[in-house]
């Protein structure tokens, strides 16, 4: 199905860029103003751009989430509860107003471990239904995942909306978002079992619910399958970057295990398995996620052996 004028809001960001790359090599109409353009917090300004722009569809990709990572967010909780919690609230009443469909980026970090094991040994990941269990009402998570969940709370009702889960992204490309790239650079690892988003994959999926024009509602968009840090890690080692790095001497250190973690890490984090079974009833299929995972290893770009050495503390 041919797409109509797209507004993407947040799209100078990690995970806009990807938006921006996708429309770009698809040649899809969008329109993507500045935070300096648009100020989302300003219901007004919001309400006269969307007015002006007359979109087909919404994404919004903006959001707040602490660098270099959502410890973060425990320094800067008016930011994170706007960003995460009042924005996309914002944005749902200037949506429902205008009858305007529309998507909002939420993140699986709402959970922690996973909901057992299946009949062939697997794990079992949380759908979309259950209910948080890392957030502030069970009050356990980071102050990140708590707003994220308030985020997804405050557009339960939300008229028309897809939420697109994306956990862990990564990609090929060296980034300080990527996950693949902030396992090269951390002292020490933690080795922690995980559903993971392929980025690209991510933004293709959501962007096809809404071309397929599936149920709106929550979607788990990450890779089929778990995969463990030591997992991510042995893929590397199996990849020509990965071979030339260890034969330079880089090796990984892991913590002892989560209780270690926690004397450097300010917040907890969320570690979990979604079950993506909900995007696939839809017609719309990632890779599994240890094909992913082995497939960006091997063509991973710009971070070059040499610049791994600079390690750079999280
Ligand atoms: N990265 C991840 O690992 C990850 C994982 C799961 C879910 N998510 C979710 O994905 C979303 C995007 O994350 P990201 O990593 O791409 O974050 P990011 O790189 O920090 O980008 C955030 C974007 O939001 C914009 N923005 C923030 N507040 C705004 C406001 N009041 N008005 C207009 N624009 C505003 C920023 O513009 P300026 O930079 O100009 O302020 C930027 O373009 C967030 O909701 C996050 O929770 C991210
Ligand atoms: C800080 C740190 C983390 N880790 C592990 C813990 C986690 O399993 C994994 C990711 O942790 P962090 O890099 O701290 O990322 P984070 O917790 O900030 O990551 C998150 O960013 C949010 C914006 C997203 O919503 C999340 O889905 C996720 O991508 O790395 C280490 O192994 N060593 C370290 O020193």
Known sequence: ????????????????????????????????????????????????????????????????????????????????????????????????????PWGHVSSGCLYTGDRGIGSKGERLGFREEDPPNFCFRTNNGSFYSGTKALGEEILSDAASCYLWRLRIPFNEVDSSKNYLSKLLRYERLLDARNSLSQL???????????????????????????????????????????????????????????????????????????????????GIHLEEVHDAVERAWNNWREATVESIGELRKP
Request: charged letters at 25%; proline letters at 5%.
């Open 200 to 282: 690209d994959d991510f933004v293709r999926a959501a962007v096809e619910c809404w071309e397929r024009r599936a149920p709106f509602g929550i979607y788990n968009v990450v890779n089929p399958g778990s995969v463990t840090t030591r997992q991510v890690i042995d893929l590397l080692g199996r990849s020509p970057f990965g071979r030339r790095l260890i034969e330079k001497g880089k090796r990984f250190t892991f913590f002892a295990g989560e209780e270690e973690f926690r004397k450097v890490a300010r917040a907890p984090r969320s570690n979990c398995v979604l079950d993506s079974s909900k995007l696939q009833s839809v």
């Open 1 to 100: 199905m041919a797409l109509e004028k797209i507004v993407l809001f947040g799209g100078s960001g990690y995970v806009g860029s990807a938006f921006q790359r996708y429309f770009l090599r698809r040649g899809i109409p969008y329109v993507a103003p500045s935070h300096r353009e648009v100020n989302l917090l300003e219901p007004a300004s919001v309400a006269r751009f969307l007015d002006e722009v007359k979109p087909k569809f919404l994404i919004n990709a903006a959001g707040y989430t602490g660098r270099p990572n959502v410890d973060a967010c425990e320094d800067h909780k008016s930011e994170c509860l706007l960003g995460n919690a009042v924005l996309p609230g914002i944005l749902a009443r200037l949506c429902s107003d205008r009858g305007l």
